[in-house]
């Protein structure tokens, strides 16, 4: 089975601090997702990365960056948190051979006090 | 870009009961697959059902499926026979494209009631 996983399902940080969100997958996928999920928006993209060290702003990349420095693993960093961070961040992975269909991560709650 | 629209923010179904979930979309891709999720509560996002936009015939799994209406760029979702464990967030998503992004509606929230 495809398996992605998130370093941390609850996560609490003070504004100002450097937050590192981590995933993994398994299954030799080449493109990796971050989502922000948030109550009556739905999931909103972030960033996503096609190959190693490519990545491609999504629609709501401001205050953020990421890194794909392996091919299993793409990090979320949030530079300088702040309270309107506070949201579930999703990862996602799928591959390039297939129908797009993409495997989630069981996601990260953020709380940025 | 592409937009999708889920008009139902909430939905009550009684157990054993059909319910169905729709899901507008606006495309300029030709070809392209669409999906629908589920997230379960406080658990993971799981594939429920995927449609190719190329084919004519509804796809279906087991007690899930799809009226898949080209033209119209609509994408509903029929569950039968509803089941306690079928309570969950339900995403529609379209996918188009080179780059393998899907874009989700803001969801639909079934609860499933004995």
């Known amino acids: 089975d495809v398996k992605v996983t998130q370093s941390s399902r609850y996560l609490v940080k003070r504004t100002g601090e450097k937050v590192f969100l981590e995933c993994v997958q398994d299954m030799d996928h080449e493109n990796m997702f971050w989502y922000r999920q948030d109550p009556g928006l739905g999931l909103r993209l972030i960033y996503f990365?096609?190959?190693?060290?490519?990545?491609e702003k999504g629609d709501i990349p401001e205050g953020y960056s990421v890194s794909r420095e392996k091919k299993e693993r793409f990090s979320l960093i949030l530079e300088s948190a702040s309270t309107n961070q506070t949201s579930m961040y999703l990862c996602?992975?799928?591959?390039?051979?297939?129908?797009?269909?993409?495997?989630f991560g069981p996601g990260t709650r953020l709380t940025v006090l | 870009a592409q937009t999708v629209t889920q008009s139902q923010p909430e939905m009550s179904v009684q157990e054993a009961e059909t319910v169905t979930l729709s899901c507008t979309y606006d495309?300029?891709?030709?070809?392209?697959?669409l999906f629908w999720y589920k997230q379960p509560p406080s658990r993971q996002m799981i594939l429920v059902i995927r449609q190719e936009a190329y084919k004519q015939q509804n796809a279906t799994e087991n007690r899930f499926s799809v009226n898949f209406q080209k033209a119209a760029k609509s994408f509903s979702l029929k569950i039968s026979d509803s089941q306690l464990g079928d309570t969950a967030m339900y995403f529609c998503a379209p996918c188009g494209g080179s780059n393998y992004k899907l874009t989700f509606g803001k969801g639909t929230l079934l609860t499933v009631n004995p």
């Open positions: 996602a992975s799928n591959s390039d051979a297939a129908d797009n269909e993409q495997f």
């Open positions: 495309t300029s891709e030709s070809n392209y697959y």
């Open positions: 990365s096609y190959d190693v060290k490519m990545k």
